[in-house]
């Protein structure tokens, strides 16, 4: 079965640059979330996207963007990068449905900043 | 705000020993629960959920029972093995929300 894909799988990244996480949400899924997990840490909210609506946003800094395109595939923008960022950026989709539906989550987009 | 806490790790076991991994949760109104792993260097992987009080979650051995009444979600298994080696997370999602709140994970070590 098809499963979300993220790219790219990993990044480095200077001080100062800027870097675009793409995600491909399993196919007729209309929901995309992005979270960040730093090391050791638990993943953390910072945006979704329903129907290329923003529908709810978490923890994601100013310098961070995000969009969700016609296709339903979504990137995150992230400038002035800080070496606070390198973290594992998980993104995740769920089907059309009620706020019971699962959500299904990509192998994760390992960024480094130095 | 919601919010799960975890038991905190790392957990190590031997084979075929019993596994419990405590968590309980903080919300309002009728929140689902879920229970994700994460083996090493991979992505996170729903394990079993549950959406309404009583419910069982249960896939692969591991079960977790939503208890309404002690806000719990705890996560058990009766004999595990070396391939269960993980990062075990508990999350919540609320009755009004999209996004997932997880707990800090707990590392579980299994050795043969």
């Known amino acids: 079965a098809a499963g979300v894909i993220q790219s790219p799988r990993h990044l480095i990244k200077e001080k100062r640059e800027t870097a675009t996480l793409k995600c491909y949400p399993i196919p007729r899924h209309d929901t995309v979330y992005w979270y960040q997990q730093g090391p050791g840490q638990d993943p953390q909210f910072l945006i979704s996207?329903?129907?290329?609506?923003?529908?709810d946003k978490g923890s994601i800094p100013d310098r961070f963007s995000a969009q969700q395109f016609s296709d339903y595939h979504s990137e995150l923008n992230m400038s002035s990068l800080e070496l606070g960022d390198s973290a594992l950026y998980f993104c995740a989709s769920s089907p059309p449905g009620g706020s019971y539906n699962e959500q299904f989550f990509g192998p994760g987009t390992r960024l480094t900043v130095l | 705000g919601d919010s799960v806490t975890q038991m905190e790790g790392p957990v190590t076991l031997s084979e075929e020993a019993f596994l419990t991994i405590n968590c309980t949760y903080t919300?309002?109104?009728?929140?689902?629960l879920f229970w994700y792993v994460q083996y090493p260097g991979e992505g996170l992987q729903l394990l079993l959920k549950a959406t309404k009080a009583d419910d069982k979650g249960s896939n692969k051995g591991f079960e977790a029972t939503y208890r309404k009444e002690t806000t719990s979600f705890h996560l058990e298994k009766g004999s595990v093995q070396v391939s269960d080696s993980a990062v075990y997370f508990c999350?919540?999602?609320?009755?009004?929300?999209?996004?997932?709140?997880f707990g800090a994970g707990t590392t579980v070590t299994v050795r043969a």
């Open positions: 996207f329903y129907e290329k609506m923003q529908s």
């Open positions: 919300a309002t109104g009728y929140p689902s």
């Open positions: 999350a919540l999602r609320g009755s009004n929300d999209y996004k997932l709140s």
